[in-house]
């Protein structure tokens, strides 16, 4: 059986990450198995390891997003397809019942290979304003936005504002739940 399959977009700070931990426990709490899946391992395994080279080593979660961006860059010059096709090898591989990414970034390749392959597409937004305080609270190592224009731009399939409490995204993640899983 082929799984329910989640792409989440939206800004740094939206909120995709906590949505993902929150669409993970609405499956738990439907006796279904729930797997996040990152496009973007590669590149945060390659951050580490330039960490930890430096003698730096970062905790887990922490982010250089410039970095990043950096890496990605070169690497999508040298290999374009190799992220996409790292992640779709290593989603083949799960055997999940729902499968959530929330962090892919390239708008022109990587994501309308997502759809193509049938991935339900979630935005997710928030007010600048907000998402700058989420993101100052993360404590990230820089910033940059640059890898998320062209978000608001996109075709998705469903729409979620998390511009108030944690309640009320949990409210929102769990309709739609309701509206994409297949019980």
């Known amino acids: 059986m082929t ?9 740094s700070g939206s909120g995709k990450s906590t949505t993902a931990a929150m669409i993970h426990d609405a499956t738990g709490a439907r ?7 990152k496009v973007g391992a590669p590149l ?26 950096g890496i990605a860059r070169w690497v999508r010059k040298r290999q374009p397809q ?16 729902v499968l959530v990414n929330d962090d ?17 597409a979630v935005r997710v937004s ?3 304003e907000l998402r700058g305080k989420r993101l100052a609270a993360q404590g990230y190592l820089s910033l940059s936005d ?8 996109i075709g998705v399939d469903f729409e979620i504002r998390n511009d108030t409490t944690i309640a009320a995204l949990r409210s929102k993640v769990g309709l739609l ?3 994409v899983l297949p019980c």
């Open 3 to 11: 799984p329910t399959r989640i792409c989440l977009v939206g800004h």
């Open 31 to 37: 006796h279904l198995t729930c797997e996040v899946i």
């Open 44 to 69: 945060y395994e390659l951050q580490q390891r330039f960490y930890a080279r430096l003698g730096h080593p970062l905790p887990a979660g922490q982010q250089d997003q410039q970095l990043l961006e």
């Open 82 to 97: 190799f992220l996409v096709e790292d992640f779709l090898d290593r989603a083949e591989r799960v055997h999940a019942q």
């Open 104 to 120: 892919v970034r390239s708008y022109d390749f990587d994501y309308p290979e997502l759809r193509r392959r049938g991935w339900t």
């Open 126 to 128: 928030a007010p600048e």
């Open 146 to 153: 640059a890898s998320t224009a062209g978000v608001d731009d």
């Open 177 to 179: 739940m309701e509206r």
